[in-house]
Nanobody, 125 residues
C-alpha cells in the first residue's frame, strides 16, 4: 500500500512564499502522475498542479500559473510545490495525490487513487 505525507504548511502573509513537500512511501510512484489539490472552507477540492515523469511536463490551474511551481525527485520519492506571491485566496488545506492510470491533463479527483492527509496553508492579508 502506498502512502503520501504532506508537510510544510503554515501561516504566512500575503506576498510571502511557502514550499510544500510530499513524501511517498510503500510503493514506487515514479511512473505515476503526481498532483496537488486544495480545499478551502465550504468549497470543493480543486486541482492546483500536476507533474508527469519522465519528461517533467507540468499542468497548472490558471489561478496559480506563474506563481506556483511543482517539481519531483524520483530518487527521493518526493513531490514539492513552491508557492510564491501568496494571496489570501490561496488559503486552503493542500493535498498531495498520485494517479496510476490518469493523464497529466485530467484534473478530476476521481483520476487520483492515492491521497495524503493534507496540510493547512493560511495566508493573511
Amino acid at each position: 500500500q502506498g502512502q503520501l505525507v504532506e508537510s510544510g504548511g503554515g501561516l504566512v502573509q500575503a506576498g510571502d512564499s511557502l514550499r510544500l513537500s510530499c513524501a511517498a512511501s510503500g510503493r514506487t510512484f515514479s511512473d505515476y502522475i503526481m498532483g496537488w489539490f486544495r480545499q478551502a472552507p465550504g468549497q470543493e477540492r480543486e486541482f492546483v498542479a500536476a507533474i508527469r515523469w519522465p519528461g517533467g511536463m507540468t499542468n497548472y490551474a490558471d489561478s496559480v500559473k506563474g506563481r506556483f511551481t511543482i517539481s519531483r525527485d524520483n530518487a527521493k520519492n518526493t513531490v514539492d510545490l513552491q508557492m510564491n506571491s501568496l494571496k489570501p485566496e490561496d488559503t486552503a488545506v493542500y493535498y498531495c495525490a498520485a494517479a496510476q492510470y490518469g493523464t497529466l491533463w485530467n484534473r478530476r479527483l476521481s483520476a487520483y487513487n492515492y491521497w495524503g492527509q493534507g496540510t493547512q496553508v493560511t495566508v493573511s492579508s
